[in-house]
């Protein structure tokens, strides 16, 4: 069985949709742990919500990453909570090497883009602004670059005539919801 420490900045929508994958026994797993590095971030309300251990994690004095003793602490926390798995959630800081070598092939991200197309920030905007009909999103093993890591499962998004970022993001996050708890099964089950 999986035990996933989940890492989130915001609202926490992708781990909720992993927590009821669970919940409803359609993913054999278990939420170690939920951690963010922003204090009032609506993801750690959420875990309080449904009785799972939520942590804020101070990462000063880095803006953009989790390294030194954040990260060193994120690794002690993870152990603590007996994760073996990480699952980043909307996680805005990039992870460095030693939380990728503490465990090495078990860490993945969802992105709101197909990769390779659109990475880093603002990828509904990216798309909107590049013009393509079809976007969507992707579940992938993180690396050491960002967003470069072997894919697990994309699903597409059509972009609609009239658009704005928002509503292609809503759009977006629906298929998030879906595709995360799948990467997962494929996982939890060893198909991957
Ligand atoms: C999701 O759309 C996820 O793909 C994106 O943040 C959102 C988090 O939503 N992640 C990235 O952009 C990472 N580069 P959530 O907090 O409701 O799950």
Do not use: W
Request: with cysteine; charged share 25%.
């Amino acid at each position: 069985m999986l035990n996933i420490a989940i890492f989130g900045s915001g609202s926490g929508s992708n781990y909720q949709a992993i927590a009821e994958a669970i919940e409803a026994g359609t993913l054999d797993a278990r939420i170690a742990c939920v951690l963010s590095d922003v204090e009032d971030a609506f993801i750690l309300e959420r875990a309080r919500r449904l009785g799972h251990p939520a942590i804020h994690l101070d990462c000063a004095p880095f803006k953009t990453k989790l390294d030194g003793e954040a990260e060193a602490r994120a690794i002690e926390l993870i152990r603590e909570h007996d994760g073996d798995f990480v699952a980043l959630a909307g996680f805005m800081r990039i992870v460095k090497p030693g939380l990728l070598n503490a465990f090495a092939g078990r860490i993945i991200n969802i992105h709101p883009s197909l990769l390779p197309n659109f990475p880093g920030l603002e990828a509904g905007k990216q798309a909107l602004e590049a013009g393509v009909a079809e976007t969507g999103c992707t579940v992938h093993f993180v690396d050491a670059g960002i967003d470069t890591g072997a894919v697990i499962i994309q699903r597409k998004v059509s972009v609609l005539p009239g658009d704005t970022e928002e509503t292609l993001m809503n759009r977006i996050h629906e298929q998030e919801h879906l595709a995360y708890p799948e990467a997962l099964r494929k996982i939890a089950s060893g198909e991957i």
